[in-house]
Nanobody, 115 residues
């Protein structure tokens, strides 16, 4: 079955960096786009970044452009989100997502940006 497992969250000071990972299994990873979403307390889940199956096309939310980078390693069935210059407003649970014949989510990883 399809599984998405995020890791790499934590507490970081403003201006710091984190790299999130999402390990995927149960489908042909390289054939599908992958996405990172986030949900802050009291807010709706929002799309942060998307990468196509080949890792060529990438798109970002305006709020993270220039600070976050999405990438993937198809040999390892893993997608990454490198987050630099983190701000308190980046605090959220970050989720990995893919859409096959259904939509799949990981369990999420908490990111807290605070001094």
């Amino acid at each position: 079955q399809v599984q998405l497992v995020e890791s790499g969250g934590g507490l970081v000071q403003p201006g710091g960096s984190l790299r999130l990972s999402c390990a995927a299994s149960g489908f042909t990873f390289s054939m599908y786009a992958m996405r990172w979403y986030r949900q802050a307390p009291g807010k709706e889940r929002e799309l942060v970044a998307t990468i196509d199956g080949g890792g060529v096309s990438r798109n970002y939310a305006d709020s993270v452009t220039g600070r976050f980078t999405i990438s993937r390693d198809n040999a390892k069935n893993t997608v990454y989100l490198q987050m630099n210059n983190l701000k308190p407003e980046d605090t959220a649970v970050y989720y990995c997502n893919t859409r096959l014949f259904a939509t799949y989510w990981g369990q999420g990883t908490q990111v807290k940006v605070s001094s």
